[in-house]
T-cell receptor
Framework: DAKTTQPPSMDCAEGRAANLPCNHS???????VYWYRQIHSQGPQYIIH???NNETNEMASLIITEDRKSSTLILPHATLRDTAVYYC?????????????FGAGTRLFVKA | DGGITQSPKYLFRKEGQNVTLSCEQN?????MYWYRQDPGQGLRLIYY???????QKGDIAEGYSVSREKKESFPLTVTSAQKNPTAFYLC??????????????FGQGTRLTVV
């Protein structure tokens, strides 16, 4: 199973871009990179996902390197409400099913 | 509105008692999952089910049991054999199995405390 490595915590000033890195050097060709975030004592919330190309939605942008061994989640204009734990995960599966692996994530602090 | 609902939000249990956590989804998702989260930690997979009447153990299944009698329901029982059951429990569901780009939807969690 591919695993991910993220910094334990990051700070960001309100209104600035937050760039959250993730390493997934053992990712295989069929595996997608997903990002979720978890605000304290709530269930994780889906943010964005991608396979090879960069992706953008109303919440964030996802930049995946050409070799797919790392990616960066970008929150273009961070707000105080973006303070949360951000999880970078790689979807794993087999012929019988699916498992999602969540590590400790990156705790993002957005400061006024 | 479609979604996934966990109940109760807070649960207290005496040592030696079994307790069942509810998880219901109306998303018509085939697969459902239970995770455990300890303070400051990530999520660990307890059990998952890809289809009705079938389920598999995750990484930390000891002391837990599940059933999947209906597509929309995946209850988790924390048994007295679970040595350290106090934790935050999360239920999730996805559209299908195998590789693919379907996202997981999570419930709001149940915080279980053993007193």
């Amino acid at each position: 199973d591919a695993k991910t490595t993220q910094p334990p915590s990051m700070d960001c000033a309100e209104g600035r871009a937050a760039n959250l890195p993730c390493n997934h050097s053992t990712i295989s060709g069929n595996e997608y990179v997903y990002w979720y975030r978890q605000i304290h004592s709530q269930g994780p919330q889906y943010i964005i996902h991608g396979l090879k190309n960069n992706e953008t939605n109303e919440m964030a942008s996802l930049i995946i390197t050409e070799d797919r061994k790392s990616s960066t989640l970008i929150l273009p204009h961070a707000t105080l409400r973006d303070t949360a734990v951000y999880y970078c995960i790689v979807r794993v599966g087999n012929t019988g099913g699916f498992k999602t692996i969540f590590g400790a994530g990156t705790r993002l602090f957005v400061k006024a | 509105d479609g979604g996934i609902t966990q109940s109760p939000k807070y649960l207290f249990r005496k040592e030696g008692q079994n307790v069942t956590l509810s998880c219901e989804q109306n998303l018509n998702h085939d697969a459902m999952y239970w995770y455990r989260q300890d303070p400051g930690q990530g999520l660990r997979l307890i059990y998952y089910s890809q289809i009705v009447n079938d389920f598999q153990k995750g990484d930390i299944a000891e002391g837990y049991s599940v059933s999947r009698e209906k597509k929309e329901s995946f209850p988790l029982t924390v048994t007295s054999a679970q040595k350290n059951p106090t934790a935050f429990y999360l239920c999730a569901s996805t559209l299908g199995t195998g590789y693919g780009s379907t996202e997981a939807f999570f419930g709001q969690g149940t915080r279980l405390t053993v007193v």
